[in-house]
């Protein structure tokens, strides 16, 4: 396997590996195991009765549940092995002669991105899920496999030197920064909403629970400071906190829409027809995606689908901004 190979492959793995995370968090499976990086002090789960019974004696305050055990360690082994792969690309980037200063700089970033995001995967179930630690794992998530496709595209590219660069004006440049921009707060905001258990706090739309701006406690949402008690599992915010969260997500989609339909039509202006054919296409995914949580009540395929939506275009946003 050559070196863009092995990024393509690290690319397409942590988006498995981010879709498993959202498995893993929409399960209600995030103290599937109470410890890490085993599971009840074993390398994958209990199984026969015996073991089980000596996983429930060692956290006797975490009773083990094998549907919540196994999600957990899946997430574990996919990302410890993306984690392999970073440090393969590494060891490759840094001996290929044709590696260019920024690619080994990506590549750097990486190993030391992968170390942060396995401490933060740590404090998830160390602090019992603590959602601004869960929040900043996710984002830590998305963030890797953004940088593995931007350093996919640089080898890709490096390879096809007849490729024409998409030469935006001044006003696209202007349009796809405040895009990265706007998407990574929603996204923030989506991580936020699922993290403090938020996603259903309206069940209906255009309005919510019937009202255009039902009670709604926007300190206590956003209160980053917060305390909590022995663990976070179901969260422990408000009913009027929780809608608070939701509606400045649905708020924050509205914004994001009109950005990225500015930037979609800058780049049908400019003829570039596949980008804007593209990004309109992710959009209107995520768009559908978002509003099915709502009126199916979150259903775990397409609530794990709205996060890969994200991370799609996040990843094709940053593509745009950073691959020229």
């Not at 915010?237 to 400045?248: C, K, M, P, Q």
């Not at 768009?287 to 259903?299: A, K, M, Q």
């Amino acid at each position: 396997m050559n070196l863009k190979h092995l990024t393509l492959f690290s690319g397409l793995l942590g988006f498995v590996v981010v879709a498993l995370g959202a498995w893993t968090r929409l399960a209600d499976a995030g103290l599937g195991c109470p410890d890490w990086p085993g599971c009840y002090g074993f390398a994958t789960i209990p199984v026969n009765p015996d073991d089980i019974e000596l996983a429930n004696n060692r956290y006797p305050e975490s009773p083990y549940e094998v549907a919540k055990a196994i999600p957990e360690v899946v997430h574990r082994y996919f990302a410890a092995t993306l984690g392999l792969f970073i440090i393969g690309i590494f060891l490759a980037v840094r001996k290929s002669p044709t590696s260019t200063k920024n690619m080994k700089l990506l590549a750097g970033f990486l190993v030391f991105w992968v170390i942060i995001q396995g401490t933060f995967g740590y404090l998830t179930v160390s602090l019992k899920l603590w959602p601004q630690v869960v929040t900043t794992h996710l984002m830590s998530g998305f963030l890797t496999t953004v940088i593995i496709w931007l350093l996919y595209f640089k080898l890709k590219d490096a390879e096809n030197s007849g490729r024409t660069p998409w030469d935006f004006n001044l006003n696209t440049k202007r349009l796809i920064n405040l895009s990265l921009v706007v998407v990574s707060i929603q996204i923030f905001l989506g991580a936020w909403t699922s993290t403090n258990y938020a996603s259903i706090s309206c069940a209906d739309l255009p309005l919510c629970r019937g009202q255009l701006l039902p009670p709604a406690d926007f300190i206590s949402g956003f209160n980053f400071l917060q305390t909590i008690g022995p663990n976070y599992l179901g969260g422990q915010l408000s009913d009027e906190a929780r809608v608070a969260i939701h509606l400045t997500h649905r708020l924050g989609s509205i914004v994001a829409t009109l950005v990225l339909l500015s930037l979609i039509f800058s780049l049908y202006r400019k003829r570039l027809l596949k980008a804007a054919l593209s990004l309109l296409g992710v959009l209107a995914l995520q768009i559908s995606l978002g509003v099915s949580n709502v009126i199916f009540s979150l259903p775990l395929l397409i609530a794990v689908g709205h996060n890969l939506g994200g991370l799609l275009l996040i990843t094709y946003l940053s593509a745009l901004r950073f691959r020229d």
